[in-house]
């Protein structure tokens, strides 16, 4: 062939491809409003909406336009150019949120090169777990689908072992999930008694290591004060100061000694929780505490109420941490928290069953919570501990649109959810679990008989 005709047909062809790319491109805005994982404007109508925990609106709709909720009400005038889904018999609730998991962080537990949630040494306070999470993790659509919306994903192992953080399920990157830039400083406080029923170390031996344990946290958090003192000398006098040496988990624990972070406590029996209090109010940190976990909160309640401090309690879902306590003493903790006046959130502190919140929760509300409660518990008291009650938790004008739409009870294992929108996209129902019981469902094996 003359290379002219060569020349020629490769002319057609460019312009048949720039036709074929107009064409796609013109129709792609359309189509984006058809298919799941796109904004909208979408409008939910004739739904039950759970506005708050304790507000209800019976017959209404949502509409939800770019990340936000545009309106909701039972009068509410659905826009023309809108995806309509009708929830007669549907309910609208907002976004679950678990206050403790280490989503994102890991994918088998067994391979240490797909765990990123425990940095080596005692003192990571400078770890950033948010550089770590993976968005394509196989955990996340499986949490999701279950109407679980923000988890406050966070480091272990160590005294001091890094910065949690706020994320939202969807998202490209770590940065396109980080809620709000919300990070809170994690502090593994130090055991003060026995590790259960193991544990056969003499009281001697529980006092000694107890003490030396305590004296290394009063020490790192000396150097901390101090080099918070000399990093505000030096920016108050540049020219005349010498900036100190760099440490880097010393510089991360800064906004907490100047009452700019919250320093989340893990704390579990009723000795530590007490200590824990004790020790933050003596280091004048008391009003940014967190309590997490405190399995035996119970029985330090009105303690932890006194000091005003909230807890992220959880596991439910666990066995009592004494043989002589009542077999669902941790299934009523956090009802019993709740009746002493301290606000409450729930976790699961897990990496891959976070789904599950939606059952840990249904635990305490029929063990003393209430379901009015324990709906509070995982939406609208972990936003107000996080600081993000702008922003999440309810179905309120302005705020994201993150929410689901169910068949029933979420707190029920028969309830199905059936739409799911996160920051107004809304996004399909799949999960590694669907696709594998639509693969079995529907296999092959290919014999013949």
Same mark, same amino acid.
């Given at each position: 062939?003359? !290379?002219?005709?060569?020349?020629?047909?490769?002319?057609?062809?460019?312009?048949?491809?720039?036709?074929?790319?107009?064409?796609?491109?013109?129709?792609?805005?359309?189509?984006?409003? +058809?298919?799941?994982?796109?904004?909208?404007?979408? #409008?939910?109508?004739?739904?039950?909406?759970?506005?708050?925990?304790?507000?209800?609106?019976?017959?209404?709709?949502?509409? %939800?336009?770019?990340?936000?909720?545009? /309106?909701?009400?039972?009068?509410?005038? $659905?826009?023309?150019?809108?995806?309509?889904?009708?929830?007669?018999?549907?309910?609208?609730?907002?976004?679950?949120?678990?206050?403790?998991?280490?989503?994102?962080?890991?994918?088998?537990?067994?391979?240490?090169?797909?765990?990123?949630?425990?940095?080596?040494?005692?003192?990571?306070?400078?770890?950033?777990?948010?550089?770590?999470?993976?968005?394509?993790?196989?955990?996340?659509?499986?949490?999701?689908?279950?109407?679980?919306?923000?988890?406050?994903?966070?480091?272990?192992?160590?005294?001091?072992?890094?910065?949690?953080?706020? %994320?939202?399920?969807?998202?490209?990157?770590?940065?396109?999930?980080?809620?709000?830039?919300?990070? &809170?400083?994690?502090?593994?406080?130090?055991?003060?008694?026995?590790?259960?029923?193991?544990?056969?170390?003499?009281?001697?031996?529980?006092?000694?290591?107890?003490?030396?344990?305590?004296?290394?946290?009063?020490?790192?958090?000396?150097? =901390?004060? &101090?080099?918070?003192?000399?990093?505000?000398?030096?920016?108050?006098?540049?020219?005349?100061?010498?900036?100190?040496?760099?440490?880097?988990?010393?510089?991360?624990?800064?906004?907490?000694?100047?009452?700019?972070?919250?320093?989340?406590?893990?704390?579990?029996?009723?000795?530590?929780?007490? #200590?824990?209090?004790?020790?933050?109010?003596?280091?004048?940190?008391?009003?940014?505490?967190?309590?997490?976990?405190?399995?035996?909160?119970?029985?330090?309640?009105?303690?932890?109420?006194?000091?005003?401090?909230?807890?992220?309690?959880?596991?439910?879902?666990?066995?009592?941490?004494?043989?002589?306590?009542?077999?669902? +003493?941790?299934? *009523?903790?956090?009802?019993?928290?709740?009746?002493?006046?301290?606000? $409450?959130?729930?976790?699961?502190?897990?990496?891959?069953?976070?789904?599950?919140?939606?059952?840990?929760?249904?635990?305490?509300?029929?063990?003393? &919570?209430?379901?009015?409660? =324990? &709906?509070? /518990?995982?939406?609208?008291?972990?936003?107000?501990?996080?600081?993000?009650?702008?922003?999440?938790?309810?179905?309120?004008?302005?705020?994201?649109?993150?929410? !689901?739409?169910?068949?029933?009870?979420?707190?029920?294992?028969?309830?199905?959810?059936?739409?799911?929108?996160?920051?107004?996209?809304?996004?399909?129902?799949?999960? *590694?679990?669907?696709?594998?019981?639509?693969?079995?469902?529907?296999?092959?094996?290919?014999?013949? +008989?």
């Amino acid at each position: 062939m003359p !290379f002219t005709n060569i020349l020629a047909s490769m002319r057609r062809l460019l312009v048949f491809l720039f036709g074929a790319c107009t064409i796609l491109l013109a129709a792609s805005p359309a189509q984006a409003q +058809k298919e799941p994982g796109f904004q909208g404007p979408f #409008a939910l109508t004739n739904a039950q909406i759970i506005t708050t925990p304790s507000d209800t609106i019976e017959s209404g709709s949502v509409v %939800i336009r770019d990340d936000s909720i545009a /309106a909701v009400g039972a009068d509410v005038s $659905v826009p023309g150019n809108a995806r309509t889904i009708d929830c007669e018999g549907l309910t609208v609730y907002p976004g679950l949120i678990d206050g403790g998991t280490q989503l994102g962080l890991q994918e088998v537990g067994s391979l240490p090169e797909t765990t990123d949630h425990n940095e080596i040494g005692d003192l990571t306070a400078n770890m950033e777990v948010i550089t770590a999470v993976n968005p394509n993790s196989v955990s996340v659509p499986v949490t999701r689908v279950h109407g679980i919306t923000t988890v406050l994903t966070e480091p272990t192992e160590g005294l001091l072992p890094g910065e949690a953080a706020l %994320i939202g399920l969807h998202g490209y990157t770590p940065g396109q999930m980080h809620l709000n830039g919300v990070e &809170l400083t994690k502090l593994d406080f130090p055991s003060t008694g026995r590790q259960g029923p193991s544990d056969d170390r003499s009281p001697e031996t529980i006092k000694k290591e107890t003490e030396k344990a305590l004296q290394s946290l009063n020490d790192v958090w000396d150097k =901390a004060e &101090l080099y918070t003192e000399i990093d505000s000398a030096v920016a108050e006098q540049p020219e005349q100061r010498r900036q100190p040496e760099f440490v880097p988990a010393m510089d991360a624990l800064i906004p907490v000694i100047r009452g700019e972070q919250h320093l989340l406590i893990s704390a579990n029996t009723a000795s530590d929780i007490s #200590a824990a209090l004790d020790w933050a109010e003596e280091r004048g940190v008391l009003d940014q505490v967190v309590l997490s976990g405190a399995t035996e909160g119970w029985r330090v309640a009105d303690e932890i109420a006194e000091a005003n401090v909230p807890v992220i309690a959880g596991p439910v879902m666990q066995p009592p941490s004494r043989d002589s306590d009542r077999y669902d +003493k941790v299934y *009523r903790n956090p009802g019993l928290l709740h009746d002493a006046g301290v606000t $409450v959130a729930l976790r699961t502190n897990s990496a891959e069953n976070v789904r599950n919140l939606p059952f840990h929760a249904g635990f305490a509300a029929a063990h003393g &919570l209430g379901k009015t409660e =324990a &709906l509070r /518990a995982v939406t609208t008291a972990p936003a107000q501990i996080f600081g993000v009650a702008d922003q999440v938790g309810t179905i309120e004008v302005g705020k994201r649109a993150n929410l !689901f739409v169910a068949n029933g009870d979420p707190f029920q294992p028969q309830t199905d959810v059936q739409h799911l929108f996160i920051d107004g996209y809304k996004l399909p129902l799949e999960s *590694r679990h669907s696709k594998l019981y639509e693969e079995f469902l529907n296999r092959n094996p290919g014999l013949e +008989k």
